[in-house]
């Protein structure tokens, strides 16, 4: 029978009693959808699924996409992007590490992806965790004057610029990539398409602009906003078992790889990644 449970107080639902390769009629599937819409992230533990199994049950929350072109994606499976990093015939299978500072994914395209969902199949004895923070939360928490000071902004994203913040240790951006790379600007409240719920959109550690605001200005505001987004309150730091399945909405959750011993232990990740999710509400 499927249950339920709030994985912390600020943030997740715990789904129990399904399998996610079995069929899940509407009613069951519906009321995990309102979870994973209203508390961000879905935690699905001791769970067994093939690439196509793991690219079928994603598909029943919106519409699955390659992500990244990257020669990490599954050859059979394009939309299955491996995140390891196990090397295999001299070759890494994966992308060695992920985001390991707050972010959302892709937030400096015109459409980031809506969500993703991360599948562990073999973890590290220790470290490799993932942590995630609620941005309904941190927005409903914030006093009511910083709520009206931010309420019209607009952020300015480049990915250009997060490149230092976000990978230190790749080469600067070419001169190809800087032309494709145009700056984007989202607001810095987002409406959930779903629920209508506000959420924080302030990134983790790139000081992004802000539309019509000098640097001296914006910088120790978005900052701040930042700080504040991830208090422990808000946020859940998940210690991966293999089998283990989590969903996040990329609309109102922040998340962050954490480190660990790459050079003696193993990690291998399959993740999906959502386009575009059906907007509409279950009917009661
Ligand atoms: C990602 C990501 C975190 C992790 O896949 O987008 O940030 O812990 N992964 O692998
Ligand atoms: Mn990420």
Redesign the pocket.
Known sequence: MLELRPITDGIGTEVRGIDVTQDISDKDFDRIYEAWIDTTILLFRDQRMTPAQHVAFTRRFGEVYAYTRSQFNQDDHPEILVLSNIVKDGKPIGSPY??RVW???GAYLERPPVG?MLYAREVPPVGGDTSFSNQFGAYAALPERVKERIADLQVVISRVRSRPYNYPDRPAPTAKERAEWVDVSHPMVKVHEVSGRKALNVGGNVPWEIVGMPQEESTPLITFLQEFAVLPRFTYRHRWRAGDIILWDNRSAM???SPYDETRTRRLMHRTTISGARVERPAA
């Open positions: 992920s985001g972010h959302s994914d993703s998340h962050r790889a």
